[in-house]
């Protein structure tokens, strides 16, 4: 694949890494990782968004391995800063969000690959090289998923179409994050209303957990990560 105007790194230069994760045992077991690769240096490890920035700024790293769930400014804020302001910065998002929606919104955003925590330590090596190289790289596993999801795409659509208004009000409300109290206050009506609009969503999607209902809420263009 081309590196879409991007120069390859030279083979004899190491690949200079970014850490940024928020949890630092995290950090220390991948940092352990990284440094058994031959051919990658890990420049620093930031603990947050805005961390991660600024060593982005001071050390010119080519590739950020980075977290989705950051504190001060999520991964994907920090994807979409360096996206606009750092063309030449290699982005891998590593996360324990494991879901297609987040890959591919990740992708469309500039991020040149897409690494789930749960995978074995010897794709985070392929992961570094194909983006070293120009290339992108996307899990297998969540590849897999996104063909699959291919093929009940319009079956999903045709369920958001059979939603009331309100539902899908509620719906993107919850797929938002707002607790049922803030629900009930936006929309002007009841928290036993919003809990009976809750549990006619997920009898009739037939999805009985809120991650479930976000990922269906992103799936169907409701809403998007950044909303």
């Known amino acids: 694949m081309g590196n879409s105007g991007k120069e390859e790194l030279k083979s004899t230069n190491p690949i200079r890494v970014v850490l940024a994760d928020d949890h630092a045992l995290v950090r220390a077991g991948i940092r352990a990782l990284l440094e058994r690769i031959r051919g990658v240096e890990v420049l620093a490890e930031a603990g947050d968004g805005q961390e991660a920035l600024r060593l982005i700024k001071e050390l010119h790293p080519d590739i950020i391995l980075l977290d989705i769930a950051m504190p001060v400014l999520s991964g994907l804020d920090v994807l979409r800063e360096t996206t606009a302001n750092f063309p030449e910065?290699?982005?891998?998002?590593?996360?324990?969000?494991?879901?297609?929606?987040?890959?591919?919104?990740?992708?469309?955003?500039?991020?040149?690959?897409?690494?789930?925590?749960?995978?074995?330590?010897?794709?985070?090596?392929?992961?570094?090289?194909?983006?070293?190289?120009?290339?992108?790289?996307?899990?297998?596993?969540?590849?897999?998923?996104a063909v699959a999801n291919q093929y009940s795409g319009a079956s999903v659509s045709s369920q958001l179409v059979e939603l009331t208004p309100r539902q899908r009000e509620v719906l993107k409300m919850i797929a938002k994050g707002h607790s049922t109290k803030d629900i009930a206050r936006?929309?002007?009506?009841?928290?036993?209303?919003?809990?009976?609009?809750?549990?006619?969503?997920?009898?009739?999607?037939?999805?009985?957990?809120?991650?479930?209902?976000?990922?269906?809420?992103i799936r169907t263009g409701l809403i998007k990560i950044d909303d």
Request: zero cysteines; hydrophobic letters at 45%; proline letters at 2%.
């Open 89 to 145: 910065l290699r982005v891998i998002i590593l996360t324990v969000h494991e879901t297609e929606e987040y890959a591919m919104y990740a992708l469309r955003s500039g991020a040149a690959g897409f690494v789930p925590k749960s995978a074995a330590s010897a794709e985070l090596e392929v992961a570094l090289k194909r983006v070293a190289h120009g290339e992108r790289y996307l899990s297998p596993e969540i590849s897999k998923h």
């Open 186 to 217: 936006t929309l002007e009506i009841s928290a036993k209303t919003v809990e009976t609009h809750r549990a006619q969503l997920m009898e009739r999607l037939q999805i009985f957990d809120v991650a479930g209902l976000v990922r269906f809420a």
